[in-house]
């Protein structure tokens, strides 16, 4: 299968979080090459602000921030550049009010004909109604 990966996922990799287990699963099968994971290529500045927020929030240290850094950066998901999707990420974020960041990864699933993975519930709660190939991480196996 064929997934847009959002950074929100990809950050439950790093850390244990909720359904870290799944994202770790969805992640490993990438790896051994049972399904393919895309992503804008702000998937790794996303991650980079989340690592970081972990830092002044106290949950790791400066020294694991950066490993994690460094771990991301060697398993990152195939990138798609984002200025080709941004027409598309603002008309939807403009119609949703929505942040654009989000939208990105919307906007990809929609072009690559796939299913985007997300843990955002108020990105499930506002877009899945008319974007149905939206789906919680929790959903899966």
Do not use: W
Not at 122 to 139: D, N, T, V
């Amino acid at each position: 299968m064929k997934y847009v990966l959002d950074s929100c996922v990809g950050f439950k990799t790093l850390l244990v979080e909720q359904d870290s287990d799944k994202a770790q699963r969805l992640c490993e099968d990438y790896q051994k090459n049972v399904h393919e994971l895309l992503s804008p290529d702000v998937f790794a500045v996303e991650i980079a602000h989340a690592i970081t927020r972990a830092e002044r929030q106290g949950r790791i240290s400066p020294a694991e921030g950066a490993r994690l850094l460094t771990d991301m950066l060697n398993r990152l998901p195939a990138m798609h550049a984002s200025l080709p999707l941004l027409p598309r990420a603002y008309h939807i974020s403009s119609d949703a009010r929505r942040g654009a960041y989000d939208c990105l990864y919307v906007a990809l699933a929609e072009r690559e004909g796939c299913e985007l993975i997300t843990s955002d519930d108020k990105l499930i709660r506002k877009l899945q109604p008319r974007f149905p190939f939206i789906l919680p991480l929790a959903s899966l196996p």
